[in-house]
């Protein structure tokens, strides 16, 4: 480990290395610099935290810690902590960290790593304003809280890299695993896990980001990165065979009562989506990011054998509304209250609403991608909610099969799949050849013959009896 030469005191006992920075932000400049290579048990931590007060009565505080620990195998990790910053300008904060491990004798490795950053300001502006109690002038407030982390557990076999940066009230952080443009090495055997929140809160507006994911197993790419600000922005890569489980929401509150005349706006978007496999192949790229709205794209593939399925959902909701505008019949102070203004203020739908949602559950093949475009719903005349869903289950899917399939006594089902006119031994023989395809798409509830809620092998021991039944009267 090594330091600069601002006094930072330096700790090394072994393998074992433990460091602490607690910091009121002064003209000074703080770095850390350690490197660790060695085969063994290794324990190292670190965490520190700052706090700033701005000339603008703005309150900065930052917690950034981390650790690694190992009974065994081979270790490295290159880290660079730094921290700068005075009385009059916002701190900066960096970190970046390599780290490399592989097991021997079945050791394993457990690492965290978590950076925080809250920030608020608050103004009373009453005393500018003409009307004693002006509703529509007071005090003022900005506030954000941003937070990423990253968890990893019984890691056999890493490749790992970090970087975390916050500066004038912008948090960035970026993890990685595996090697770019190599899809054959595997950065993980073992199991991370991911949280992001976010949340920007004013007079005028909330915003809230909120991303979790959980995978296990042999991960050759994980990518993700965060950007918290007045802007919220979340993109990530997932490649992998295993258990995944990912949940996403962001959210978008906007009010609108500052002007006199004038009219207040309600608005709320919320987009979510959900994942979760239990085994198989799945690759997953997504992006989400809110300001003036929501926008979020995701594409995701899927394959698997056996009984491993992949269960998805995406919905999408925004609503607005407009009080009616007020008339003021004293334009420079209000004193007996506002007026009603006239029948023809021009507000004929004060409430709007649209809503989108889809969902796969179930199937061992899909191919799913899907856009989402949610306007600023504080401006009336952009469109509410564009989306766009194409899933695909591609195994073994007939297309003439299904378009000559027939229900032919209308009972629901589709017993005539030959399109021949009747129920013969080539619809069963056609029916236990593509039962897989059939069973995973949404016709599936039209071959479930023996009516307990799922297309299973007993309907084709239903429709053999049936067959059967026919034959002998």
Not at 159 to 168: A, N
Not at 414 to 434: A, C, K, P, S, T
Request: with cysteine.
């Amino acid at each position: 480990m090594t330091t600069n030469q601002s006094g930072i005191p330096v700790a090394i006992l072994l393998f074992v290395l433990v460091t602490g920075l607690v910091i009121t932000i002064s003209s000074a400049d703080y770095s850390i610099g350690t490197v660790i290579e060695t085969t063994g048990m290794v324990h190292e931590k670190f965490s520190g935290n700052w706090h700033s007060q701005e000339d603008n009565s703005t309150n900065i505080s930052g917690v950034y810690t981390d650790s690694e620990i190992t009974n065994g195998g081979n270790f490295s990790i290159y880290k660079n902590i730094g921290l700068t910053g005075s009385t009059s300008t916002s701190p900066k904060f960096e970190t970046q960290k390599l780290m490399q491990y592989s097991s021997v004798d079945g050791a394993h490795l457990s690492a965290n790593e978590l950076l925080l950053s809250s920030s608020d300001s608050l103004s009373n502006i009453s005393s500018d304003s003409i009307c004693f109690k002006d509703p529509y002038n007071g005090s003022s407030f900005y506030a954000q809280v941003q937070l990423a982390s990253t968890s990893v557990s019984n890691a056999k076999e890493l490749i790992f890299s970090s970087g975390g940066r916050y500066s004038d009230g912008i948090l960035d952080y970026s993890i990685q695993t595996g090697q770019p443009g190599n899809d054959t090495i595997i950065g993980l055997d073992g199991t991370i896990r991911t949280r992001f929140e976010g949340k920007t809160e004013s007079a005028s507006d909330v915003k809230t980001l909120y991303d979790r994911s959980l995978v296990s197993g042999l991960i050759s790419k994980f990518y993700r990165t965060y950007h918290g600000g007045d802007t919220f922005e979340m993109t990530g890569l997932t490649s992998a065979k295993g258990s995944i489980s990912e949940k996403t929401v962001m959210t978008e509150k906007y009010i609108s009562n500052v002007s006199i005349p004038g009219s207040i706006v309600f608005g709320t978007s919320v987009y979510s989506s959900d994942m979760l496999t239990n085994g198989g192949n799945t690759s997953v790229q997504k992006q989400v990011t809110g300001s003036d709205g929501i926008t979020a794209e995701r594409m995701i593939t899927y394959n698997s054998e056996g009984d491993r399925s992949i269960q998805v959902s995406e919905h999408a909701i925004t609503s607005r509304f407009q009080l009616p505008e007020m008339g003021y019949g004293n334009p420079v102070c209000v004193f007996a209250g506002p007026t009603p203004a006239p029948h023809d203020s021009g507000i004929s739908s004060p409430y709007k609403e649209s809503s989108a949602k889809t969902g796969v559950s179930g199937v061992s093949s899909a191919m799913i991608i899907s856009t989402t475009v949610i306007g600023n719903p504080s401006v009336s005349d952009m469109k509410n909610l564009e989306y766009r869903a194409d899933i695909s289950i591609p195994i073994g899917f007939n297309k003439s099969m299904v378009q000559e399939m027939k229900d032919t006594d209308d009972d629901g089902k589709f017993e005539d799949l030959n399109g021949n006119g009747h129920l013969d031994m080539h619809d069963l023989v056609l029916l236990f050849q593509n039962f897989r395809w059939i069973g995973e798409s949404n016709i599936s509830t039209r071959v479930d013959f023996n009516k307990n809620g799922r297309a299973d092998y007993a309907d084709i021991v239903t429709i053999f009896q049936a067959m059967d039944n026919a034959k002998k009267k």
